[in-house]
Nanobody, 116 residues
Framework: VQVVESGGGSVQPGGSLKLSCAAS????????MSWYRQAPGKEREFVAA????????NSADSVKGRFTISRESGKNTVHLQMSNLKVEDTAVYYC??????????WGKGTPVTVSS
């Protein structure tokens, strides 16, 4: 299983970015794919998740209404559309696939910087 994030970059407050997580080595019909983030000097925190079998999603309160997780039809790719970005959204964003055996497969992360 391989998980690769892309789409990070620098943006001004109020701007938007779309992150992508491309996974290979499995069929995303079970388990979950999630986004986490880790800001400098802070612990990694949950951002959003999508379950493969049902398409159900969940997101952290801090990003509700601003971030949307979605799945690209027919592909093992999950996106995180981020809008109205705030300075406090600055972090390295990680994608993780958790399979039915609760094994975690992490990507190496993509950095997002929000500053004026």
């Amino acid at each position: 299983v391989q998980v690769v994030e892309s789409g990070g970059g620098s943006v001004q407050p109020g701007g938007s970015l779309k992150l992508s997580c491309a996974a290979s080595g499995f069929t995303f019909s079970s388990g979950s794919m999630s986004w986490y983030r880790q800001a400098p000097g802070k612990e990694r925190e949950f951002v959003a998740a999508l379950w493969g079998a049902t398409g159900r999603t969940n997101s952290a309160d801090s990003v509700k209404g601003r971030f949307t997780i979605s799945r690209e039809s027919g592909k093992n790719t999950v996106h995180l559309q981020m809008s109205n970005l705030k300075v406090e959204d600055t972090a390295v964003y990680y994608c993780v696939y958790v399979d039915l055996g609760d094994r975690e497969h992490w990507g190496k992360g993509t950095p997002v910087t929000v500053s004026s």
